[in-house]
């Protein structure tokens, strides 16, 4: 515990949030266990929280803005939005990641730019998301080994996780020298198409359901300015508390589900195998080299 930081006393430790046992008290003694490896994905990044006061069975809400009733210590971040600002909680110790579940928050979110430069993405995300049931997975694999294959022809290095609830996301460190709208554009929209031409059976850009006959959904609109993801190894507000799992590229072709990994059993994965993106900041390359690399290759007959 850090100095001034008082001991988080978790109020109604018993209270279920999640069914078949996942209380207060077992989320926050997870979020515990997977602190050193969580951390560093939300370092300087403002939260937005997925808060289920009475458990996932009832309603829930997106908590952005930070309670009067949260500690001083819980760090701060106030940004703008349109006619005002949210301040945001931003975690960079384990207590404040205690301090969240003592409020009920089940699932973190963060977005792809650190509060420095809140303009300058330094993540880019491809979600894979299926428009219907088991049927798809082997095409949301397809897609994300797709765009892996993709994005190293044009220079950059990309991460998988499995999302703990449908899809996979794919995610790739940048250098911060491009702002949202030429990431979205240059990168996002540039390599969704690729993927549609090349599989245009399988895979769709079309946001709204019904027109996607059935494809998967290559989701790209999470690279726009306050847009969010989940972060790794947050716990799903789910059934079986899925957890949002970075994977080494080689388990994907045995991943049965994108929920396969549970509040359960990541703690003992961590401890046993690490965190494989441990090195995702290190790998950072430039997203203008490679939009022109990807132009270039949709240009050349």
Do not use: C
């Amino acid at each position: 515990m850090l100095p001034g930081v008082p001991e988080v006393v978790l109020t109604h430790p018993d209270k279920v949030l999640i069914p078949d046992g996942v209380t207060k008290a077992v989320l926050a003694d997870y979020y515990a266990a997977v602190a050193d490896v969580l951390l560093p994905h939300v370092r300087d990044r403002p939260l937005s929280l997925q808060v289920f006061p009475g458990g996932i069975g009832r309603p829930g809400h997106f908590l952005k803005n930070v309670p009067d009733y949260f500690p001083d210590w819980v760090r701060r971040a106030e940004l703008p939005k349109r006619g005002g600002t949210t301040t945001h909680p931003v975690a960079d110790r384990p207590e404040t990641l205690r301090m969240l579940v003592q409020h009920n928050a089940i699932t973190l979110h963060a977005p792809t730019a650190r509060l420095d430069r809140p303009d300058r993405p330094d993540r880019f995300v491809v979600d894979f998301d299926p428009s219907g049931g088991a049927e798809d997975w082997p095409h949301v694999k397809r897609g994300a080994l797709l765009a892996k294959s993709l994005l190293a022809d044009v220079g950059l290095e990309p991460f998988v996780l499995a999302t703990g609830s449908r899809g996979i996301h794919v995610v790739t460190p940048l250098r911060r020298e491009a702002p949202y709208g030429d990431v979205l554009d240059g990168l996002g929209k540039a390599l969704a198409a690729a993927l549609v031409e090349t599989e245009p059976d399988l895979f769709t850009t079309a946001f709204l359901k019904e027109k996607r006959g059935g494809r998967v959904f290559v989701d790209v609109l999470r690279n726009r300015p306050a847009q969010t993801a989940v972060v790794p190894y947050s716990v799903r507000a789910r059934p079986g508390a899925p957890v949002a799992t970075p994977l080494r590229w080689e388990e994907l072709d045995g991943l049965t589900s994108a929920a396969a990994f549970t509040l359960a059993d990541v703690p003992e994965r961590v401890r046993r195998d690490g965190d494989p993106w441990a090195e995702i900041s290190a790998a950072a390359a430039s997203p203008r080299s490679a939009a022109k690399r990807l132009a270039k290759a949709a240009a050349t007959p």
